[in-house]
């Protein structure tokens, strides 16, 4: 198996644009995570899903976040107007029920 | 009442060495507390994990402490090696009602040849 699939692995935007953040988690795991890593805030949880299902969005900064999950096997995160208090590292994680949670390599956002 | 706190903010051992890193938590509902293990330019790795019907669990070279009553639990690295410097995250969560996992801030381990 690949593992978690996410792109792009590095983004660097002006402010003010739309950022879409891509994953693909592992085959057969039915939950998927959307982490934020930051050197002050440490990683957050922003969104998780549970079947395809939103389950707990409270980690969602604000409304210029949203995410989606069409299928089983692909997810995005989107900002729209980016920030340059958005630039992080985006993780992605899949799990089967609550079990081990796999992280992706990340995508190293930077919005100037 | 979710907070994980974790200490030290950094961590630098000689090879050979024991590297003890330490987490507290607030919420005494949480059943479920792992240890992440993060290498620059990837994403978090599952090290070892405890549930608090154990005081201990071991693997390899890496244990966990736990101690219920306190609220604390711990990851000990013996015979630490350079391959080992990363970053340690500690994590708990409410297993049993679905629940997401709170990490701890993270310790940044050096281990010196």
Not at chain 1, 59 to 64: I, K, L, N, T
Not at chain 2, 45 to 52: M, T, V
Request: charged share 20%; with cysteine.
């Amino acid at each position: 198996d690949a593992g978690v699939i996410q792109s792009p692995r590095h983004e660097v935007t002006e402010m003010g644009q739309e950022v879409t953040l891509r994953c693909k988690p592992i085959s057969g795991h039915n939950s998927l995570f959307w982490y934020r890593q930051t050197m002050m805030r440490g990683l957050e949880l922003l969104i998780y899903f549970n079947n395809n299902v939103p389950i707990d969005d409270s980690g969602m900064p604000e409304d210029r976040f949203s995410a989606k999950m069409p299928n089983a096997s692909f997810s995005t995160l989107k900002i729209q107007p980016s920030e340059p208090r958005d630039s992080a590292v985006y993780f992605c994680a899949s799990s089967w029920d609550q079990g081990e949670q796999y992280f992706g390599p990340g995508t190293r956002l930077t919005v100037t | 009442q979710q907070q994980v706190k974790q200490s030290p903010q950094s961590l630098i051992v000689q090879k050979g060495g024991i590297s003890i890193i330490n987490c507290a938590y607030e919420n005494t509902a949480f059943d479920y507390f792992p240890w992440y293990q993060q290498f620059p330019g990837k994403g978090p790795a599952l090290l070892i994990a405890i549930r608090p019907d154990v005081s201990e669990k071991k693997e390899g070279r890496f244990t966990i402490s736990f101690n219920k009553s306190a609220k604390q639990f711990s990851l000990h690295i013996m015979d630490s090696q350079p391959g080992d410097s990363a970053t340690y995250f500690c994590a708990a969560e409410r297993e049993t009602s679905g629940s997401r996992l709170t990490f701890g801030e993270g310790t940044q381990l050096t281990v010196n040849p």
